[in-house]
């Protein structure tokens, strides 16, 4: 096998490698609503307005933050986000968000980008 050959080949090899470790949408929007979930129950208005996109991110209120974060505090210490469903062709993700004492339904949609693009907690209350 010629060095030219030998080079093209190991380069696709490396392609393919690459791909299969790309996260998937499902994943992404995990990511993105559980950074943006950790920074709500941490009252970080920064932190929150970095995972959400540009219009949404102006939209959010500090009263907003602190209504939100004190309804998770009262269900106890986070514990994470749990899959629940997805809808690929409108990009919207539901996770549950555990806590202690109970749970919430996180909904978000992921833009192009990577950030959010909605983000919706149905609090049950």
């Known amino acids: ?23 998937n949408p499902t994943d992404r929007a995990q990511h993105a609503a559980a950074s943006a979930t950790q920074a709500v ?10 995972a959400l996109d540009g219009p949404l991110a102006q939209r959010v209120t500090r009263a907003q933050l602190g209504l939100l974060s004190d309804r998770m505090h009262a ?28 749970a919430m339904n996180v909904v978000v949609k992921l833009d192009p980008s990577g950030k959010l693009g909605a983000y919706r907690i149905f609090t049950g209350s």
């Open 41 to 50: 129950y941490a009252d970080r208005l920064a932190e929150l307005r970095d």
């Open 1 to 23: 096998m010629s060095g030219s050959r030998r080079t093209v080949g190991l380069v696709a090899i490396g392609a393919m490698l690459l791909a299969g470790c790309a996260p």
């Open 75 to 102: 269900l106890g210490a986070y514990d994470g986000l749990t899959y629940v469903i997805a809808d690929p062709t409108t990009h919207e993700y539901t996770f549950r968000a555990n806590f202690a004492r109970g």
